[in-house]
């Protein structure tokens, strides 16, 4: 009797785990990577174990706390390191992975795929002469918002839960490797010298560097999801 109940249970727990990877299944998904972004998506069975997931979400004060940190590794002082915690104050980030379970009846997975980061910011004139590493009041620019486009090739780790037919949760582990970094430079008012427009350019290109620096960016993930 016992042995019954636990292949019954084992079949019960093999099918929910399947029933996400079912071929058109669509599920809803709900939860976080760590420091990356909160939000959602929606991932579709493509049958064979497999499924293809797109999540997208914004980052909190405290996981735009950890994305700065990890960039001003390569800031040089406290004067650009200001400079750059004010160049990132959001972050938003869309991911999409082709995931597939080797195992029928394990909840482990592995996928890659394509990722995007944007990160925000405004710099006041001050601060923009110490992102371009001068004092040369000269060449002071006006004030000014900052976009830092990110594009990733990353690769995931995972484990999922089976909670019922229709939910199931899952932890993954993964990281991002950064391919491609742009920053662009938009000024809030005022004309500007060739003078300052060399300041800009500067201040851009530690910008860019940094970024492109900062070339593995890990993320941690705990997701609900709801197969529909």
Do not use: N
Not at 29 to 42: A, D
């Amino acid at each position: 009797m016992r042995h019954a109940s636990l292949a019954l249970a084992l079949t019960l727990t093999t099918t929910e785990a399947l029933a996400q990877t079912e071929p058109g299944r669509v599920s809803l998904v709900v939860g976080t990577e760590f420091p990356q972004w909160i939000g959602g998506g929606l991932a579709v069975g493509l049958g064979r174990r497999a499924r293809l997931q797109s999540v997208a979400g914004a980052a909190p004060g405290p996981y735009v706390d950890v994305v700065h940190a990890g960039v001003r590794a390569g800031s040089g002082g406290q004067a650009q390191d200001d400079a750059l915690r004010a160049a990132v104050q959001r972050a938003v980030t869309w991911r999409t992975h082709a995931l597939w379970k080797p195992f029928a009846r394990s909840g482990f997975e592995f996928g890659g795929g394509f990722g995007m980061m944007v990160l925000e910011g405004d710099v006041s004139s001050e601060l923009a002469l110490a992102l371009a590493g001068t004092t040369d009041r000269s060449r002071v620019p006006p004030p000014y918002a900052l976009r830092t486009v990110l594009l990733q090739a990353d690769a995931e780790l995972g484990w999922s839960w089976p909670l019922s037919p229709s939910f199931a949760l899952r932890v993954g582990l993964g990281a991002g490797v950064t391919f491609f970094a742009d920053t662009q430079v938009m000024l809030k008012y005022g004309a500007t010298s060739p003078e300052v427009q060399a300041t800009l350019a500067r201040g851009t290109d530690a910008l860019r560097a940094w970024f492109t620096a900062w070339r593995v960016i890990p993320g941690l993930s705990l997701t609900l999801h709801w197969a529909l």
